[in-house]
């Protein structure tokens, strides 16, 4: 059991299972699922910028920073990025990413959540793709564009 709670949220065949430690004082109503622990890997964030503290002030766009991996981290080896284990709210559309101005040019530091694997990428949802999303369907019947980063 304690290797499940370690390795949450667990796909199976796609959706996701999320387990939650229980005080014992819920009734089965007040047991919500709509928080999510995810790692998250964050790309494309430039070496200066991959301080301890800079991490923790990225994962404010989160609902509640959990770990850090410190090990990667603080590695004498290049990563491609860095990763943080958040907590999520998933009936908010989820954060994809950011602009950084460095050296006089914008970059995108871009977020990848592991085992989630269907992000839509329009509304943030998750759970269904950009194809699926029921609110890209309204809005296009609406003449709505689509929202921009
Ligand atoms: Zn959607």
């Known amino acids: 059991m304690e290797s499940i709670w370690l390795e949450r949220p667990c796909p199976i065949s796609g959706p996701l299972m999320q387990v939650r430690k229980l005080s014992g004082l819920e009734t089965?109503?007040?047991?919500?699922?709509?928080?999510?622990?995810?790692?998250?890997?964050?790309?494309?964030?430039?070496?200066?910028?991959?301080?301890?503290?800079?991490?923790?002030?990225?994962?404010?766009?989160?609902?509640?920073?959990?770990?850090?991996?410190r090990a990667a981290l603080q590695s004498q080896i290049y990563r491609k990025y860095v990763r943080v284990f958040v907590q999520v709210d998933t009936s908010k559309p989820l954060p994809d990413g950011f602009y950084i101005r460095h050296q006089q040019k914008r970059t995108w530091v871009e977020f990848k959540f592991e085992k989630l694997f269907s992000l839509c990428y329009y509304c943030g949802g998750i759970e269904h793709t950009r194809l699926e999303c029921d609110q890209r369907r309204i809005d296009e019947e609406n003449g709505i564009q689509p929202p921009t980063i």
């Open 28 to 69: 089965a109503r007040e047991i919500s699922f709509k928080m999510v622990d995810f790692w998250v890997q964050i790309h494309h964030l430039p070496e200066a910028y991959r301080s301890e503290s800079n991490i923790a002030m990225v994962s404010r766009m989160f609902h509640q920073i959990i770990d850090i991996d």
